[in-house]
């Protein structure tokens, strides 16, 4: 689970993955069988990675979207380097951009700057973070995050280690 706390709490999101080790992963969701969105998230290279969320079936007609979001890190403090958004909802467009200035220590988003430590995470770059370290390494440590310009903290607690064997693999679920 991981709970977001701070001056301005925006949101908590709570994490059901089986995350493996694979570079890529796609996810249809359906509800009663009915196609409703796919995502797809890739981790490119060893410093960034994309996401992506497109509608699927009738909800495409009723309501389109097309999301996507990327990002570069730090190898190995994950601290957040750049930030992109588009997204593409009906009538509703709207793209972001965010960089982090090594130099000042600022996390710029346009004109709008926010002083941050050098390994400030986000949303997607914990993704990445949850896939390449341990449980026992991340159980419940604080980070500093940014999203979209909004400071909050992040903290991982796990509850629990399961493998999972589904057509010939071994999935490990945390």
């Known amino acids: ?6 001056s301005k709490p925006i949101f908590i999101l709570l994490l059901f993955s089986a995350l493996s080790c694979s570079i890529a992963q796609s996810y249809e969701i359906t509800v009663y069988g009915f196609p409703c969105a796919s995502v797809q998230m890739e981790i490119p290279s060893d410093d960034s990675i994309r996401f992506s969320v497109s509608t699927a079936g009738i909800i495409h007609y009723i309501w389109p979207v097309q999301n996507s979001y990327a990002s570069s890190f ?6 957040l380097r750049s930030y ?3 997204v593409d909802q009906k009538s509703f467009k709207h793209k972001l951009r965010g960089k982090y ?3 000042t220590g ?3 988003y346009g004109s709008r700057k926010l002083k941050y430590p050098n390994n400030v ?6 993704l990445v973070r949850i896939q390449k370290e341990s449980a ?4 419940t440590r604080w980070f500093k995050a940014d999203h979209e310009g909004q400071k909050f903290d992040i903290r991982l607690l ?7 064997k589904l057509q010939g693999s071994d999935i490990l679920c945390d």
Do not use: C
């Not at 689970?1 to 701070?6: C, T, V, Y």
């Not at 730090?74 to 601290?79: A, I, R, V």
């Open 121 to 126: 995470q986000s949303l997607f770059t914990m």
């Open 84 to 86: 992109f958004k588009s």
């Open 158 to 164: 796990w509850a629990d280690t399961v493998r999972v």
């Open 74 to 79: 730090d190898p190995e403090s994950f601290g």
């Open 101 to 103: 200035n090594l130099e």
């Open 136 to 139: 026992h390494e991340l159980d």
């Open 106 to 108: 600022h996390l710029e």
């Open 1 to 6: 689970m991981i709970s977001l706390a701070g």
